[in-house]
């Protein structure tokens, strides 16, 4: 017969601990992380925002055609 004597069990084993350090690391963003996210929906915001300046000022200060736009 085999007998099997486990020191660590759920949590505490080597996998659980394991799993514990997977789940923390990717709950946490980097604070790079978190300035790239700020600055990139600025940016998004600021090209949306320009492009439709451009095709605002192209039809109705240059009077082109939208299709020309």
Do not use: C, Y
Request: proline fraction near 3%; hydrophobic fraction near 50%.
């Amino acid at each position: 017969s085999l007998t099997i004597k486990l020191s660590r069990v759920g949590e505490h084993s080597t996998i659980g601990q394991i799993q514990k350090l997977i789940a923390e690391a990717q709950g946490t963003k980097p604070n790079s992380q978190r300035i790239a996210d700020k600055a990139s929906a600025v940016l998004t915001f600021a090209a949306g925002i320009t492009a439709l300046l451009t095709i605002l000022v192209w039809m109705l200060v240059i009077g082109e055609p939208f299709v020309f736009a």
